[in-house]
């Protein structure tokens, strides 16, 4: 086509706008351009079209090449065994069901395995496979509990995906610096830097890496910089003191008691409380001791309470907060950050040389019991106390649900939390065995995975005779859930006999057997389920 050729046709999107003017008045209207009205007018449009089409696409510029990613990063940590690695792709597949009724049938749900699993594949130290990144990706992306152990099975590639893809920025900011590598302890010029220069995640990462090689050297670093931080960014890094938190610490923290942002101070008091030897925890003790006593003028020792009728400048600088929350009474409110101040150590000294199981079986006068109890609840959880926790949750068998001191299961849960393990276990069996299931589900989230021997057979004792109660079977569901998942997968043998349709009594409820009887099948099909996760995930000759 010659120059002029070109000048005188109409344009390309000239042409391409007639056609589709063309297009949608009809051929019967207007015909395109060199074609006479009739029968084919209709294909002369088409095959205008089409040329038109093919001049479009020839006649586009080529865009710019992008640069191209660089290769993700390599993964040292051995691959999963060829069965886990298929069990963990049948795992991602599972979906929740969706039928109405509670009821899910007998089948195990394989979503709510994946969080043990994930625990097992890291604590063996496998690497993820590259090709099930992004089924673990959007499961994680979907269940924020799953975000931890997933980026940990996933390594350093989930990072380099979430980069590529929008959906999976999540990984980004859960992981503190988006995978930034934190300098060794033999690098101080890049500790400096990163800390000076770093972005805020990424100098988080850096505190908290330190502070777990070299507590003082992590200290230091944050109170270098400390007066000229944003507030916000001062009580984030106060929070990262926590892990190795010693009498070292002292010095700094006090400073913090100066602070002009009324949350650092808090956060710095809260932290020297929890050492019993520190200056504030002192001067708690002393507050506190002042407002309790015992009182041996009466028939049998009373323990007496005188709360504070003011709230000084110097407890407000120790952290007491002065304004009371609505509802509570403003020297109640001063009285149990006194007391959840104090060292609990101190108490037995001040009480006439009882101990804490004592202290406890003492009356307390005027209707200050629960108030009193509530705050050395929280004091033992604070300090991690466990003879004052054990006298506070008294014993399981006790009539009382509450136990002596505690005043809710939320409390009686964080004082558990204090205990070891194997002790934990046997105060929740104790109590399930005098007060059932009803109230000891929130008690078993706090319990070690697999529960031990005794708490396993507490559950499904309790469970076993809550069915043959006819008992409301659905009410039950959660602590089902819970035994699919921490059980002892070796107890699996002993609900065989578990598995038959009752008999029902006459006053159970509707269906109850059949449902009983689906939900232990399901139960003894998840922990054979489970024991099989755990062999695939064991190297062969290990």
Request: proline share 9%; aromatic share 6%; net charge neutral.
């Amino acid at each position: 086509m010659s120059r002029t050729t070109a000048a005188a046709g109409p344009s390309l999107p000239d042409a391409w706008e007639d056609l589709v003017t063309t297009a949608l008045l009809g051929t019967d209207r207007r015909t395109p351009a060199g074609c006479t009205p009739g029968p084919g007018a209709p294909v002369a449009l088409l095959d205008a079209a089409a040329a038109a089409t093919v001049r479009r696409r020839a006649g586009l510029r080529p865009a710019r090449a992008a640069r191209r990613p660089r290769p993700a990063p390599q993964d040292p940590r051995p691959p999963l065994p060829p069965a886990a690695a298929r069990r963990l792709a049948l795992l991602l597949s599972d979906r929740p069901g969706t039928s109405g009724g509670g009821r899910r049938g007998s089948a195990p749900d394989l979503m709510e395995l994946l969080p043990q699993w994930l625990a097992a594949a890291n604590a063996r130290g496998f690497a993820a496979p590259p090709a099930a990144l992004p089924a673990l990706l959007d499961a994680a992306r979907g269940r924020t509990d799953l975000r931890p152990a997933t980026l940990r099975f996933a390594g350093p590639r989930a990072l380099w995906l979430a980069r590529l893809n929008p959906d999976w920025r999540f990984a980004l900011r859960s992981t503190p610096g988006g995978g930034t590598s934190v300098p060794g302890a033999g690098d101080p010029e890049g500790v400096e830097r990163l800390w000076q220069e770093g972005l805020f995640a990424e100098r988080v990462a850096l505190l908290t890496a330190l502070r777990s090689r070299d507590p003082g050297a992590a200290r230091d670093l944050l109170a270098a910089t400390w007066a000229t931080e944003r507030a916000q960014d001062r009580l984030l890094f106060l929070d990262s003191l926590r892990s190795g938190l010693g009498p070292a610490d002292e010095p700094f923290l006090e400073q913090a008691l100066a602070d002009r942002s009324r949350n650092v101070r808090a956060t710095a008091a809260e932290l020297l409380s929890a050492l019993p030897g520190s200056a504030l925890a002192a001067r708690m003790a002393v507050r506190a001791g002042t407002c309790v006593a015992v009182d041996h003028t009466g028939d049998v020792p009373t323990i007496t309470v005188e709360a504070p009728h003011e709230c000084d400048a110097g407890m407000e600088r120790d952290g007491v907060v002065a304004k009371a929350p609505a509802g509570r009474g403003e020297r109640a409110w001063w009285l149990g950050q006194l007391v959840e101040a104090a060292p609990l150590d101190g108490w037995p000294r001040r009480l006439g040389g009882r101990t804490p199981r004592e202290i406890m079986a003492l009356p307390v006068a005027d209707g200050w019991r629960s108030e009193l109890h509530a705050a050395w609840c929280r004091a033992a959880v604070r300090q991690r106390n466990a003879p004052w926790s054990r006298a506070l949750l008294g014993e399981p068998s006790a009539p009382e649900a509450g136990g002596p001191g505690a005043v809710s299961l939320a409390e009686r849960a964080k004082l558990l939390g204090t205990l070891g393990a194997a002790e934990r276990a046997a105060w929740v069996a104790g109590f399930i065995e005098t007060h059932g299931l009803s109230e000891a589900f929130q008690l078993l989230g706090v319990c070690a995975v697999p529960w031990a021997a005794p708490l396993g057979r507490a559950v499904v004792d309790a469970l076993n005779i809550a069915r043959d109660a006819g008992s409301y079977p659905w009410s039950f569901s959660g602590v089902m859930g819970l035994a699919e998942r921490c059980l002892d997968p070796c107890e699996a043998g002993r609900l065989d006999a578990l598995l038959a349709v009752p008999d029902e009594p006459e006053n159970a409820s509707p269906g109850a057997g059949s449902y009983w009887s689906e939900a232990f099948q399901r139960l003894v099909t998840t922990l054979r389920l489970r024991a099989v996760m755990l062999e695939e995930l064991t190297p062969a000759g290990a």
